[in-house]
């Protein structure tokens, strides 16, 4: 999946919070810009599926899975996840998400 940096900080709000996982809470676009970017940086072949699971005044939510080559350590990537956006004005306004991963083929390990 190529990224279209301008295209993805064009659905936030000049505004925005980012609440994802375990990064620190991020404002405002130049801040999402960097996080997209140092994602993006390491992640080779990537594959992303989105699913809606709601739709509701002004709030939707999704899960996700996706697929890389982490470059850094040269090793088949895999994610999954969930999202809830606050929309405003046809842009996120609020993006919350948690996530899992490990290696591909392997299971999750982490915090149970």
């Known amino acids: 999946m190529p990224w279209d940096f301008d295209v993805l900080l064009d659905g936030f709000t000049d505004d925005s919070v980012v609440r994802y996982a375990e990064f620190p ?14 994602r993006a940086s390491r992640q080779k072949d990537y594959w992303l599926k989105k699913d809606l699971r709601l739709l509701m005044g002004n709030m939707i939510a999704n899960s996700w899975e996706c697929r890389w080559i982490d470059t850094k350590i040269n090793k088949k990537m895999w994610r999954w996840g969930m999202e809830m956006w606050t929309m ?14 490990n290696e591909e083929g392997k299971r999750n390990t982490g915090i149970v």
Do not use: A, Q, Y
Request: avoid cysteine; proline fraction near 0%.
């Open 25 to 38: 809470e991020m404002h405002g676009k130049e801040e999402l810009d960097k996080f997209f970017r140092g």
């Open 88 to 101: 405003r004005d046809g842009k996120i306004s609020v993006w919350e998400g948690t996530l899992n991963f």
